[in-house]
């Protein structure tokens, strides 16, 4: 079975980073449009950040921008999300997520996403 794992989230205080990781097993996504979305309850989920197979330059939701780094380690074939300069408004549960197809539309709809994480929680408080 296919599975999208994250790791990295926890409790920072505002100002403060965290470094999100996301490994698959069952297979690579080297072909893939990889992405960060996060969800807080009662809300739908929101884009935070997308990367592609070729070495594009990112996308970033604008209020991450600046602030949001968004990786890929070809060689483990992981993603990582470096957050610095975190708010207590980015806490969230954050998932991890693969294009529907190789070769897919570089975007930042959820709708064009078919592999997704459970997902880690990141809370940002003092």
């Known amino acids: 079975q296919v599975q999208l794992v994250e790791s990295g989230g926890g409790l920072v205080a505002p100002g403060g980073s965290l470094n999100l990781s996301c490994a698959p097993s069952g297979r690579t996504f080297s072909t893939y449009v990889m992405g960060w979305f996060r969800q807080t309850p009662g809300k739908e989920r929101e884009f935070v950040a997308a990367?592609?197979?070729?070495?594009?330059?990112?996308l970033y939701a604008n209020s991450v921008r600046g602030r949001f780094t968004v990786s890929r380690d070809r060689a483990k074939y992981t993603i990582s999300l470096q957050m610095n300069s975190l708010r207590p408004e980015d806490t969230a549960v954050y998932y991890c997520?693969?294009?529907?197809?190789?070769?897919?539309?570089?975007?930042?709809?959820?709708?064009?996403?078919?592999?997704w994480g459970q997902g880690t929680q990141v809370t940002v408080s003092s």
């Open positions: 990367i592609g197979w070729s070495g594009d330059t990112p």
């Open positions: 997520a693969a294009g529907s197809r190789s070769f897919g539309l570089f975007t930042s709809d959820e709708n064009d996403y078919g592999h």
